[in-house]
């Protein structure tokens, strides 16, 4: 694990309200499975504002999604219920996953995703076990840009639609960079966080394009 993520996992906690917006909508999309925990972190400068890490492997997310204080203390719960939708986006269609088996990689992470999910330490490593076998299917991180570019759009698609609601994800989003709409927005490589080729005036344009 990067030490930065190392940092901001220590640093995290779980959230109720956070978790309760994952849960229920893991209930919307009829997904039994309650495995994605709901955290959040006190951001230093570097760090995104909000990010997930996880796998979506035989119909079960797994994961977590973490939001920063800095965020979280500016959002009003529709804001809130975008940013969680656009991340579990990410774990559903496995955006990180490759990252996320390598960032966490050997050391703890079995205790990690046990303390996450509260799973028998057993059951989490057969879980890992079957990952293993299938990872050559998630691909290597350090994809395309325009691929990186599309899964952005394509998280603020999903969230949006579930929502049926644009405005959340547009004042969520200018929120995102105190009204700086120019600015890009974050996405990792290697465990670091890096900034596509995408402003966020580009995602609030493709979102008031989208027909819902
Ligand atoms: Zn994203």
Redesign the pocket.
């Known amino acids: 694990m990067s030490e930065q993520l190392e940092r901001i996992e220590k640093s995290s906690v779980n959230d109720m309200v956070i978790q309760k917006l994952i849960d229920e909508h893991l209930e919307e999309i009829n997904n039994p499975w309650k495995l994605i925990s709901g955290r959040r972190f006190n951001a230093e400068l570097i760090d995104p504002p909000a990010?997930?890490r996880g796998i979506y492997v035989c119909n079960v997310p797994l994961g977590a999604i973490y939001v920063s204080d800095q965020l979280y203390n500016h959002l009003d719960s529709e804001e809130l219920r975008y940013i969680v939708l656009?991340?579990i986006?990410?774990i559903l269609y496995n955006?990180s996953a490759a990252n996320f088996l390598l960032e966490f990689g050997k050391s703890g992470f079995n205790l990690l995703l046990s303390k996450w999910t509260k799973l028998e330490l057993e059951s989490v490593e057969d879980i890992l076990g079957g990952v293993k076998t299938i990872i050559k299917e998630f691909g290597y991180p350090g994809v395309e840009e325009q691929v990186k570019r599309n899964?952005?759009l394509n998280?603020?698609k999903y969230a949006v639609i579930w929502m049926g609601n644009k405005e959340p994800a547009i004042s969520a989003l200018t929120k995102l960079v105190q009204g700086k709409v120019e600015e890009i927005?974050?996405?990792t490589k290697y465990g670091r966080f890096e900034f596509p080729l995408l402003t966020i005036k580009e995602r609030i344009q493709a979102i008031k394009q989208l027909k819902i």
């Open positions: 990010f997930s656009h991340e986006c990410h955006n899964q952005e998280a603020d927005s974050h996405i």
